[in-house]
Structure formats: C-alpha cells, structure tokens
T-cell receptor, first 114, second 114 residues
Framework: AQSVSQHNHHVILSEAASLELGCNYS??????LFWYVQYPGQHLQLLLK??????LVKGIKGFEAEFIKSKFSFNLRKPSVQWSDTAEYFC????????????FGRGTSLIVHP | EAQVTQNPRYLITVTGKKLTVTCSQN?????MSWYRQDPGLGLRQIYY???????DKGDVPEGYKVSRKEKRNFPLILESPSPNQTSLYFC?????????????FGPGTRLTVL
C-alpha cells in the first residue's frame, strides 16, 4: 500500500518569505498527486493536482508543485507567502492501477506572521 | 451550487448513545468517503463507497458503519460511540477515481463523546 510523508509538521514564516513544503510518497507505479489546503475552521479545498504531463504544476493563489518521479516527491512551493496563507496543507496520493483509494499525509501547519 | 453538506456540524453526546452524521452531495458523484481528522494524525479514511450499495473499509473502520442506499447520500453511523471517537469528521465525494480523483469535502462535523 502507498504511504505519504510530509516531513515538515509545523512551519512558521514571515510575510514575503518563500515556502517549500515537502511531500514524499512510496509507490512504484503511476500516481495522481494532490495538494489540499485547509484554512482555519474550514474544510479542505484543492490547491493543485498532477495527473500527467508537465511535472511543474501551477495551482491557485500562486502555489506550484513539482513532481520529481526519481525522488518520489511532490513538493509545494510559493515564492512569497502572505498572512492569508496561514493554513494546514495536506499532500495526497492516488495510485493508478491500484485501489484508487487516496492516501493523505499527516499535514503541515503553516503560520505566516504579518 | 455544487456542494457536499454534512449535518450536524457540531455534536456533543454521551458514551453509548447511537448517532448518525448525514452526508449529501448534489454533483452526482459515484465515490464518497468519510475521514476523521485528529491533531498530528492528519486525515484517516474510515469508510468509502464506490457507488450505490458498494461500501468498503478504510484505514480506521472500527466502531463505525455506513450505508449507501442512494447515490447522493452516505451517512456515517456510530452504534455505540466512545470517547476515542471524539474527532472532526469530513465527508468527501469524487466524480470517479480512475483518472480524476479530485475530492470535494464537506464542511466537517465536530463530534465530542463524553
């Protein structure tokens, strides 16, 4: 079964700092990859997704993620964070050809100080 | 408006008192699932359903039941709740798994079992 690791559990940044959140998965086959965001008190929303094609994926609100197959990674990036990016971020994987059941990472809590 | 709804949003109950959390989606999605979210553990899948009358266990099914009699509804049933089921619960739906997989989440139900 696939697993997802998010190594940064808590990240604290100042506004305008650059962000990179790590996500690694364990599955040798084809995968669909997702980043979800959960703003305080709200439900999860999709930030971006990768199914195939260009490994650099751009999502909403200036976020992007790069799929590096050789490293089994799908790190989330943003060049300049804002206070409104304070949220919890979840990486998720669906193994194509497997059970198609999504596996979520444990989440990374991001706090951005104004 | 396309959405996933859950009721109730907040519930405080006592050990052993049966309860049901409802989930409904208006997007004609085939796939629905239930997650619980606990601090430091991220999202863990409880049950999922591929379609009407097709349900299966996720990672943490103990103490929970589900049913899928209609495509739009996927209630979560706790026959005899216990304090360790105190958590934040999310229902989610997806058009289908293969090739898509983006999940739409409900607003969450915060359950406290005393």
């Amino acid at each position: 079964a696939q697993s997802v690791s998010q190594h940064n559990h808590h990240v604290i940044l100042s506004e305008a700092a650059s962000l990179e959140l790590g996500c690694n998965y364990s599955y040798g086959g084809t995968v669909n990859l997702f980043w979800y965001v959960q703003y305080p008190g709200q439900h999860l929303q999709l930030l971006l997704k990768y199914f195939s094609g260009d490994p650099l994926v751009k999502g909403i609100k200036g976020f992007e993620a790069e799929f590096i197959k050789s490293k089994f990674s799908f790190n989330l990036r943003k060049p300049s964070v804002q206070w409104s990016d304070t949220a919890e971020y979840f990486c998720a994987v669906i193994a194509s050809g497997g059970s198609y059941i999504p596996t979520f990472g444990r989440g990374t809590s991001l706090i951005v100080h104004p | 408006e396309a959405q996933v709804t859950q009721n109730p949003r907040y519930l405080i109950t006592v050990t052993g008192k049966k309860l049901t959390v409802t989930c409904s989606q208006n997007m004609n999605h085939e796939y629905m699932s239930w997650y619980r979210q606990d601090p430091g553990l991220g999202l863990r899948q409880i049950y999922y359903s591929m379609n009407v009358e097709v349900t299966d266990k996720g990672d943490v099914p103990e103490g929970y039941k589900v049913s899928r009699k209609e495509k739009r509804n996927f209630p979560l049933i706790l026959e005899s709740p216990s304090p360790n089921q105190t958590s934040l619960y999310f229902c989610a739906s997806s058009l289908s798994l293969a090739g898509f997989g983006e999940q739409f989440f409900g607003p969450g139900t915060r359950l406290t079992v005393l």
